[in-house]
């Protein structure tokens, strides 16, 4: 597990935004146009080392490739694996559906932009199977590349959970759940440990562990969506069981779009299940207006002593810059809830731009976020150690 160790480590939570250009490229694959490979790949590389620059320049402790390679946090992995066609279909969150006129207003923000969504998937009509293995590790390698010369505290690289895919993404092929979610989980792990091997630590993104309830979930019992929860943690506990476990960090959100979120499933009901992932740490977002009061579920004994905590402690859906002595409150009122500031690290609340286009902030105010979120942590070093 990291430790901040006299001080709080500072990191994110994987995606940033991404060049006009190959958001661009993106938005016209996604829509089925035909788009040069080379270009992308080309334009990815240089975006990556970019981006990499940015970050420690912006004097981030744990960095990663901004997710520049990728269109969106989890549909890449259409292009990876086998089984995938187009046709798919992702029902409006139920806090959107309980406020019906905010949805034009959610709408006009992407009107006349390039952008991916996630809310248009492919669905499942084959067996899942990654293509080839490669892939992700010729990711890693250009990662590597865009590090050279760099010496950043600590490097992670994104992987999506199985369930976000199981539930984002509908199946005509698989003659049950269970059995969707296993071929993909199945699927994924070879990321999961392609990462690993290639010496970055594995941040498994699962907004599904409490998006989901609001979502796939939302006219279902909580009791289901629980028992989802704790199945997802199985299977990947299932897989990562053999990988160091100070090495994983499990990202749970609500969805990273502004909105009500008054739907949204309370932390202290899912915290129980998600402690048991082997997992060093869980960052969770308590950055926003509806989550920033959920600080008072990380006590000692609902956080094992073996599990650090990332504090998101930055909204990633608003140009709001936080100031630094806010940001400082909100890590020092989970250090001290938790008792043990050398086990809390800060974070955003999730990723700046997790499908390309869809980010809601500004390029130059993601960097200014950035540098407040690292006064704020060196404020608040300074107060708690």
């Known amino acids: 597990m990291l430790r901040s160790d006299g ?4 990191t994110h939570a994987g995606s940033l935004p991404r060049p006009l250009d190959l958001t661009r490229l993106y938005a016209e694959r996604a829509g089925g146009q035909a788009v040069d490979e080379a270009k992308i790949a080309e334009m990815g590389e240089a975006a990556t080392r970019a981006n990499v620059r940015r970050q420690i320049e912006a004097g981030l402790d744990l960095v990663n490739n901004g997710e520049q390679p990728r269109e969106a946090f989890f549909l890449y992995l259409q292009r990876r694996l086998s089984g995938f066609g187009p046709g798919g279909y992702r029902e409006p969150f139920k806090d959107i559906k309980n406020h019906p006129d905010f949805a034009p207003i959610r709408q006009a923000i992407f ?11 492919p669905k499942v009509v084959g067996a899942l199977k990654y293509l080839d293995p490669d892939a992700v590790a010729a990711e890693c390698r250009q990662f590597q590349r865009a590090l050279e010369g760099q010496k ?8 999506p959970s ?46 599904d562990l409490a998006l989901e309830g609001h979502g796939h979930f939302a006219e279902r019992p909580r009791s289901e969506f629980l028992a989802f929860v704790e199945q997802v943690i199985d ?6 069981a053999d990988l160091p476990q100070d090495r994983i960090r499990l990202h749970a959100c609500w969805g990273n779009y502004e909105g009500p979120h008054d739907a949204d499933v309370p932390i202290a009901e899912m915290l ?17 207006p509806r989550h920033q009061h959920e600080f008072r579920a990380f006590t000692p004994k609902n956080i094992p002593d073996n599990m650090a905590v990332i504090v998101g402690c930055i909204d990633t859906t608003t140009n709001y810059v936080e100031h630094p002595e806010t940001v400082a409150d909100r890590l020092e009122r989970v250090a001290q809830t938790l008792g043990d500031p050398t086990r809390i690290l800060a974070a ?26 690292v006064d704020g942590a060196k404020i608040a070093s300074e107060r708690l150690f």
């Open 7 to 10: 001080r709080i480590l500072t």
């Open 348 to 373: 955003t609340d999730c990723g700046f731009d997790t499908s390309a286009g869809a980010g809601r902030v500004a390029p130059s105010v993601v960097w200014s976020k950035l540098g407040a979120m």
């Open 162 to 207: 199985p369930g976000i895919v199981a539930t984002a993404i509908p199946n005509e092929y698989y003659d049950s759940f269970d059995a969707y979610l296993r071929a993909i989980t199945d699927a994924v792990a070879i990321e999961y440990r392609t990462i690993i091997e290639h010496g970055f630590d594995l941040q498994i993104d699962a907004p």
């Open 235 to 240: 299977e990947i506990r299932r897989v990562t």
């Open 111 to 121: 009107e006349g932009k390039a952008v991916v969504s996630n809310m248009t998937p």
């Open 272 to 288: 129980p299940i998600l402690t048991q992932a082997h997992a060093g740490s869980l960052l969770l977002p308590m950055g926003n």
């Open 152 to 159: 950043p505290t600590g490097t992670f690289f994104t992987a």
